[in-house]
């Protein structure tokens, strides 16, 4: 175990375990999955990118990887943040951490951004002896880059028209979700599938390092629904599922999942307000569909955890839905996108990845390393933040 190297270029908050850690991208190609948002010029298979950090050997003075590498820059742009020159805290293709040790793995699972602006959750949770492959839905992020230089854009049906004004009926819209939903969780899938050729590729890092009966899913917004979905779906490999303020558009949202579940909410002050209001603030296009979302965002978080087993739900006071990605912590040019959708934000950064990270680690130690994890079950004094039970 190592101290992680310092670098005032990076803003993010540094890992606190005891390991480094590194980070290395690897394309996958699903031959057996037909790619249903491809566009002209892309290929018929689903492909993907994922980035994998794991606990690592690194010394002081490692050159850490850049935050966001140059040819995903689109992101940054699309969103009004300022990256250039930022590094995270990972080392690029890092030995693994010492010893013959094997990691539990957590496939994790962003929303309409690559994994990469989830790296604040992600360097933690690796520096706690953790391996986190981290999935790049393709065609839902602004560019997918694979590892041949290829660049595919965004699709916006693989984000369920989430980014763009709402129109038509509120069922036609959820249920395109639910679909997004689904296809993330074969994505989650497959890479489980993956994970075990990788085990045994010694030309990867980490292999022979996975422990793969101690496997986990954690993901944010329609990540957060792929993660239960997939556990939902019976699939023996997947031990418990982390959902971060994902709204449950799928059947999980009324059936539940047979594994533990840990859901982390933002505050929602949005749906306060009457439904009239919302309208002619343009935050909805219809009083009817304001409700209706209201109603399966709330009745999909209770049923979650009234039907899942064992079941933890847990509210952050002051957060945003964006407050679980590294963006409050990352510097933003006037007028920036993402601003607007901070407005509502009183959580300091630093707190709110410390809050996730904790609570992150606390459900996975418990059920995927037999810890007891209070943080689970009750508030403590120095988390006022937090208030426990399904809103």
């Not at 492959?133 to 041949?148: L, P, W």
């Not at 002050?269 to 209706?292: D, H, L, M, N």
């Not at 009745?299 to 087993?309: A, L, P, Q, T």
């Not at 901070?342 to 680690?361: E, F, K, W, Y």
Request: net charge negative; with cysteine; proline share 8%.
């Amino acid at each position: 175990m190592t101290a992680h190297p310092e670098s005032a270029s990076s803003p993010l908050p540094a890992p606190r375990g005891d390991y480094g850690v590194g980070r290395v991208t690897l394309d996958l190609v699903d031959p057996a999955r037909t790619e249903i948002y491809s566009t002209a010029g892309s290929r018929d298979v689903r492909e993907l990118v994922v980035w994998v950090w794991y606990p690592a050997a690194t010394a002081v003075d490692a050159p850490r990887a850049d935050y966001l590498p140059a040819p995903w820059s689109p992101t940054a742009e699309f969103l009004g943040l300022e990256v250039d020159g930022l590094h995270s805290h990972a080392v690029t293709d890092a030995a693994p951490a010492n010893g013959s040790l094997r990691f539990p793995v957590l496939l994790l699972s962003p929303s309409g951004f690559p994994p990469l602006l989830l790296a604040t959750l992600a360097e933690d949770v690796a520096s706690h002896g953790f391996v986190v492959v981290g999935i790049n839905h393709t065609y839902e992020t602004t560019v997918t880059v694979f590892g041949d230089g290829r660049v595919v854009s965004m699709n916006p049906a693989a984000v369920g028209g989430a980014l763009g004004p709402q129109s038509g009926s509120s069922a036609e819209a959820f249920r395109a979700r639910a679909e997004v939903c689904r296809s993330k969780a074969a994505d989650l899938a497959f890479v489980a599938d993956e994970l075990v050729r990788l085990d045994d590729d010694y030309g990867q890092p980490f292999a022979g390092r996975l422990d793969l009966d101690r496997l986990g899913a954690v993901g944010h917004s329609f990540g957060g629904v792929a993660a239960l979905e997939w556990c939902r779906r019976k699939d023996s490999r997947c031990r418990a599922a982390v959902n971060l303020d994902g709204a449950v558009w799928t059947e999980a949202g009324t059936l539940g999942i047979p594994r533990p579940v840990l859901q982390v909410l933002a505050a929602h002050p949005e749906f306060a307000v009457p439904a009239e209001q919302a309208v002619a603030t343009g935050a909805a296009p219809s009083t009817e569909w304001f409700e209706a979302e209201r109603a399966i965002t709330f009745d999909g978080w209770r049923g979650v955890h009234k039907h899942s087993h064992p079941s933890h739900t847990v509210s952050i006071s002051g957060s945003s839905h964006l407050s679980f990605m590294d963006v409050p912590h990352l510097p933003r040019a006037e007028g920036a996108l993402v601003s607007a959708m901070l407005s509502n934000t009183t959580i300091a950064p630093d707190r709110m990845s410390r809050l996730t990270a904790d609570l992150v680690l606390a459900f996975f130690d418990r059920y995927l390393r037999g810890a007891t994890a209070p943080l689970l079950d009750q508030p403590f004094p120095a988390h006022p933040e937090l208030t426990y039970g399904p809103p």
